[in-house]
């Protein structure tokens, strides 16, 4: 019989249930069912709770940038991420910044927009001033709404209002600029929005339709800087003033060139997002932000630029900065029950989501310093051959005893392929000499 996946009430039941469920659809073995486990520390009830139709836990490696020093003080840095090398490349890059005092980061106030959508105003630009000239009183209610985050000194804190064309006639988009404090601001702006929405509608003469926080979170921003010695970029083949050369040319093809842009920018959001996935925050949210920001802010002509910019001080060393949205929370979300996030972010010692934002950025300027330092000189595949050549040795069926020389024959055979690996083991495993 064919199989539907029209499951009335999977979400009525229990985690067992839709498991067993799985088995029979999937028809996994007992082994394979056991891949869906939560790992020690994790209450399943708690991950029940955090999304719908729940079976178990993805286990993503976690691993520890160090010699990161960010204003004056020192951080080991927990990352997320499946990818090879982002986390060496992150501690590398982290210890020549630190010889020259480490990154410098900084953060605007963590203020938010939350939009209302209004149609059909037959007055929009009226609407437009109607509407802030009632700023007063639309600030007090949506303040009305969260006495908590008033409380901890955050709140709404101003109205903008934009007429934009459309083809289907304009509209009247009203900001509401929200202090989110400590938290990402989610449900506070939008719970305002959606209070706001009724009044902003009658003020304006029109209806309103969406309501919801803006990702591109251009008033709440974190920025960082750091110095590259010259001295010690230089490799066997180069010196320092060359490579600071070659990643000043490696930057500048980012900033004229969308196809490099992304691929610049994604480095850096390898970095960025493995923190912000490790303390339980929307990385969705937060590439998304950045990505928009770097068009925001492209030149005319650009589709795009890059979140970092890199120039030479007067003793020739390399400078770098980053500067990019950061709307993280320390409270709400996962970051308050995930077990493996409360422990990042105690690990991180971080005091605010200010400080949080601090640290990301500066991850993501030494991410982007690590790859075009790497791109610019001996190139990347380097770095990635020997992890990609284990992962291939593992998944080729090599055991734990054996891993180490087919790796060493990989890569001295710059053959990293699962059939090569594949022959490399049966010639270990063959009786007889070696
Ligand atoms: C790979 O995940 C990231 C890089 O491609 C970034 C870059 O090219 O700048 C190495």
Redesign the pocket.
Known sequence: MEKSSEISGFYRLSIPERRKLLKEWADFTDAELAAYEFPPGVDPAAFDRMIENVVGAYAYPLGIATNFRINQKDYLIPMAIE?PS?VAAASNAAKVARASGGFTAQTTAPVMIGQVQILDAHDPSAARLRILAARDSLLEKANAQDPMLIKFGGGARDLEVRVLPSPRGPMVIVHLLVDARDAAGMNAVNTMCEALAPDLARLAGGRSLLRIISNLATHRLARATATFRADLLATETRKGPEVVEAILDAYTFAAIDPFRCA??N??IM?GISAVVVATGNDFRAIESGAHTYAAFHAKPGNVVTPLTTYEKDPDGNLVGSIELPLAVGLIGGATAVHPTAKANVKLLGVKGAAELAQVLASVGLAQ?FA??R??ATEG?QRGHMELHARNIAATAGAHPDEIDRVVARLVAEHRIRIDRAKEILEELRAPGPQ
């Open positions: 990818e982002v691929t610049h994604k480095g390898n982007n790859a075009l790497a791109l990347i």
